[in-house]
């Protein structure tokens, strides 16, 4: 959605489940701030990876802060490996000199809140989002790679892609939602990501009037089936692609 979009969405008053991507099979639960998490009663911890956090930094986040705490120890006691990720949510008004000022904040009262439970700071993480830039679909995406298998070993035939190709920057992107499954091992550069977010978008948009799915829709049996025939094709080549690149590597090895 565009950020002026987000206006006219509703508050949550009850608990969402959304599918991020076919492919990756995940879903996401979303859940309203004043529901009772804690409550012995709702029992939904089992089987999450990632529990993220929205904090908004332009107001209060103490108690936010306590209800975190309360959360993390009582995930932890049904998945001592579960992933936290800190969303520090509407840092578009705030300068950068304050923007890490919060941060240094909310770590240091977690991490002593924690400590004081005799807990560890393991697997957390803090991110800085906004609806005005591309933030949050790289915070989503660099949640997200932590629960994919084989993430590593994507990021190994990105680089051998980037490599062989001269590419600066590669991302694996899932179109539907613009969440990178993976990406060569270069830093993330949030310029270069935007710029291939905002060209699916435009892609997505052209192929709504000239996308293949149209032409095909106006192609008799004989032709679509000479359209399936390129495809299987070019999947062949990029598959034979794909292979010369590992053997030309195991020969330079």
């Not at 520090?88 to 304050?98: E, G, N, P």
């Amino acid at each position: 959605m565009q950020a002026t979009e987000t206006l006219f969405l509703e508050a949550t008053h009850r608990v969402k489940k959304v599918p991020v991507d076919p492919f990756m099979n995940l879903e996401v639960w979303e859940f309203p701030g004043q529901l009772d998490l804690c409550d012995p009663s709702f029992d939904m911890f089992h089987n999450i990876n990632s529990l993220i956090w929205v904090i908004d930094a332009q107001a209060e986040f103490r108690e936010s802060l306590r209800l975190l705490h309360d959360i993390i120890t009582l995930t932890r006691s049904h998945n001592p490996n579960v992933n936290v990720e800190v969303f520090i949510h509407k840092v578009d008004a705030i300068s950068l000199d304050y923007q890490h000022e919060i941060r240094g904040d909310i770590i240091q009262i977690i991490e002593s809140d924690l400590e004081d439970d005799g807990q560890n700071n393991d697997r957390i993480s803090y991110h800085f989002t906004s609806i005005y830039d591309h933030s949050i679909q790289e915070a989503l995406s660099n949640t997200i790679q932590k629960v994919i298998p084989h993430v590593a070993t994507l990021e190994r035939i990105i680089d051998l892609l980037c490599a062989s190709s001269k590419i600066h920057k590669a991302f694996l992107f899932a179109t539907s939602s613009k969440i990178f499954i993976a990406s060569d091992s270069s830093p993330v550069d949030l310029g270069a990501f935007g710029i291939c977010s905002d060209f699916i978008d435009f892609v997505g948009d052209i192929s709504d009037i000239y996308g293949y799915l149209t032409l095909v829709g106006m192609m008799n049996n004989d032709s679509l089936a000479s359209s399936k025939a390129k495809i299987d094709y070019n999947m062949e080549v990029f598959q034979h692609s794909i292979s010369k690149i590992y053997r030309d590597r195991n020969q330079r090895t």
